[in-house]
């Protein structure tokens, strides 16, 4: 199996934990930064622990510290205000500022190739329509599980949860997350599937 060097392991490392410690400086709103990026403080522990036991493939540990870096921005500047989709609303001449849907097709094409490569090496599953299936359908009940986070954290911040909604005023702003979160699961395993199982090569299950 084609895994990351423990030195390429320190460098995502270091870019993400850096990233995080500019992040935190003078952030737009500080719960928000705080609710965006506590999944990268669990996932840095959890990968790091793991790295000897069950080692990921080199493509997927570069696609989560991506990931990593794009819930880090949104925490900094909350996902409407991240100038990267200033930029592209206004070239694109756009109501809104898209950030936040990059966000979402990143939070079903990461996840698809992680719970694809869990089901591979862990699973009777085999490659083919069932795994294609059953990975999409994982990344559509995280999607979910996230508005409904969103949601209990309205209900219990009211108005102080604006800024980690991200609705910017779009009534189907709930629907377009879980849409473009399907759309992210099914492009990964259309696009870099096959990177994917180069790397994993003929890893067994019990890997």
């Known amino acids: 199996m084609v895994t990351a060097s423990r030195r390429e392991l320190l ?7 850096v990233s995080l410690l500019l992040a935190i400086w003078r952030p737009y709103d500080m719960a928000t930064y705080f609710l965006e990026v506590f999944p990268v403080l669990i996932a840095i522990p959890l990968l790091w622990a793991t790295r000897a036991n069950f080692p990921l493939t080199r493509l997927l540990y570069w696609l989560i510290a991506v990931h990593a870096l794009i819930l880090i921005a949104g ?3 909350t996902y409407a205000r991240v100038p990267l989709g200033d930029w592209v609303r206004d070239a694109l001449e ?3 500022n898209p950030y936040d849907r990059l966000g979402h097709l990143a939070q079903g094409f990461v996840p698809a190739m992680i719970a694809r490569e869990i089901l591979l090496r862990r699973s009777p599953l085999v490659r083919g329509k069932w795994l294609f ?3 999409t359908c994982i990344c559509m009940s ?3 599980i996230y ?3 969103e949601w209990w954290t309205a209900l219990v911040a009211g ?5 980690f909604l991200g609705t910017q005023g779009d009534v189907w702003d709930t629907q377009w997350d879980m849409f473009l979160c399907t759309c992210g699961a099914i492009l990964a395993q259309i696009m870099v599937a096959g990177v994917q199982d ?3 090569g003929s890893v067994g299950k019990v890997c």
């Open 142 to 144: 995280v999607s979910v």
């Open 159 to 163: 108005g102080g949860a604006i800024e």
């Open 198 to 200: 180069r790397q994993l």
């Open 75 to 77: 925490g900094h500047y």
């Open 147 to 149: 508005e409904f986070i």
């Open 94 to 96: 756009l109501s809104r």
């Open 11 to 17: 460098f995502l490392l270091a870019v993400t934990v």
């Open 133 to 135: 299936c059953i990975v």
